[in-house]
């Protein structure tokens, strides 16, 4: 335990002398400071020039996906019995933008509703 202790000091100490060298170096060399301080400031100015920023980033509407079956019915009944009724159920839904169908001919409806992207 003590000599964690003594070890830690010696770090401590080490560090603080570190710092002072710096310091030191920096007050005897006011030029080697602003050279150093203009590299770092050059440096920052090309990194953020070269980051990529978009203005309008691609966002994809946010969207539900209804899905019904109808067994036994071809896609013509399947579109009047089930696509029909429901389309014009979610017609009303506050926010939505389109929406797009497709049945098959297996009886299997497939609702696809896109809404506003609201940030």
Do not use: H, W
């Amino acid at each position: 335990m003590f000599t964690q202790a003594v070890d830690l000091s010696c770090y401590f100490l080490f560090i603080l002398n570190i710092e002072y060298l710096m310091v030191e170096m920096f007050i005897r060399r006011p030029v080697l400071s602003l050279v150093i301080s203009l590299m770092i400031t050059l440096m920052g100015i090309l990194a953020l020039v070269q980051l990529p920023i978009t203005q309008f980033p691609d966002i994809v509407p946010p969207s539900v996906m209804v899905t019904a079956k109808y067994t036994g019915a071809n896609a013509e009944v399947s579109a009047r019995a089930v696509a029909m009724p429901l389309e014009r159920a979610i017609n009303g839904v506050p926010g939505m933008t389109y929406m797009s169908t497709v049945t098959s001919n297996d009886g299997i409806t497939l609702i696809q509703v896109f809404f506003q992207c609201r940030y």
